[in-house]
C-alpha cells in the first residue's frame, strides 16, 4: 500500500501576480488550497448560505503606489537571488529523478524596475545572465512545457514585480527523495529568501513620509 502511496503523482500549482499568491496540491482525488488558508467555517456559516456582496471597481494602480496591507511584495534583491542561486540547489536536486518530473506551465514575467536608472539597468543585465546560466540546468534536470520567461525594463517605476504561474508533476518517491537530499539548501535558501523581502509599508504610511518630507 505505502509502495503505490509514493508511486502515485501529485500535482502543484503556484501562481503569483500582483501581490496575490496562490498555492494548490492535487493528489489523486484530493485536491488542497494550501496558501492562502481558507478561514474557519462555523456552524451559522454552513447552515445559511453566505450572500455575495457587490464587487467595487477596482482603483487604478499609480506606478508610485505602495503594496496595498495583507498582500505580498517582492523586491529587486530577492528576485537576481532566486535567478542566482535556485538553479544550482535544483539541479543538484533533480539531478537523479532521471527527468521524470515535468512542469507545466513555468511562467514567469520579471519587471525589472528600480529608483536608480544605472543600478536599475545594471540588474537588468544581471537577471538576464542568470537566467541564461541557471535555465539549461533545469532543462536538463526536468521535462518543461509551455515555457513562457520574459524580462521587462522600466525605468519609470521605483518597485519590481513579477507574474508567475508554475505547475510541478511529480511523484511522492521523488518528492521525498529531493526532501532528503537537498532538504537543508532549500530550508535555507527559502529563510534568506524571506530575508530580503522588503519592509511592509501601507499607503497611510508613505502618505505620512511624504508630508513630513514637504514639511
Known amino acids: 500500500m505505502l509502495a503505490v502511496l509514493l508511486a502515485m503523482t501529485a500535482q ?4 503569483y501576480d500582483q ?18 488558508p481558507k478561514p474557519p467555517q462555523t456552524e451559522d456559516s454552513e447552515a445559511s448560505p453566505k450572500k455575495k456582496k457587490p464587487r467595487k471597481p ?6 508610485e503606489d505602495k503594496p496595498e496591507k495583507g498582500k505580498l511584495s517582492i523586491s529587486a534583491e530577492q528576485i537576481l537571488y532566486a535567478l542566482e542561486t535556485l538553479p544550482p540547489i535544483l539541479g543538484r536536486a533533480l539531478g537523479r529523478t532521471r527527468r ?8 514567469l514575467h520579471l519587471l525589472i524596475a ?9 540588474l537588468y543585465g544581471r537577471a538576464q545572465a542568470a537566467l541564461a546560466a541557471g535555465m539549461p540546468v ?9 515555457e513562457d ?17 508554475v505547475g510541478v508533476s511529480i511523484r511522492c518517491w521523488d518528492a521525498a527523495r529531493i526532501a532528503v537530499c537537498a532538504g537543508g539548501s532549500l530550508v535555507k535558501w ?17 502618505e505620512e513620509k511624504q508630508g513630513s518630507g514637504a514639511a
Request: hydrophobic letters at 40%.
Open 12 to 15: 502543484i500549482r503556484a501562481v
Open 19 to 36: 501581490g496575490e499568491a496562490s498555492l494548490w496540491v492535487r493528489y489523486g482525488p484530493l485536491k488542497l488550497q494550501l496558501y492562502p
Open 58 to 63: 477596482k482603483k487604478q494602480k499609480n506606478a
Open 190 to 206: 527559502f529563510l534568506r529568501f524571506r530575508k530580503l523581502a522588503p519592509p511592509p509599508e501601507t499607503k497611510r504610511a508613505a
Open 114 to 122: 528600480g529608483g536608480d536608472p544605472a543600478g536599475t539597468a545594471l
Open 149 to 165: 520567461i520574459r524580462l521587462f525594463l522600466d525605468f519609470q517605476r521605483t518597485r519590481p514585480d513579477c507574474i508567475a504561474d
Open 100 to 107: 521524470s518530473i515535468r512542469v507545466r506551465p513555468l511562467k
Open 138 to 146: 533545469l532543462r536538463r534536470a526536468v521535462r518543461i512545457g509551455e
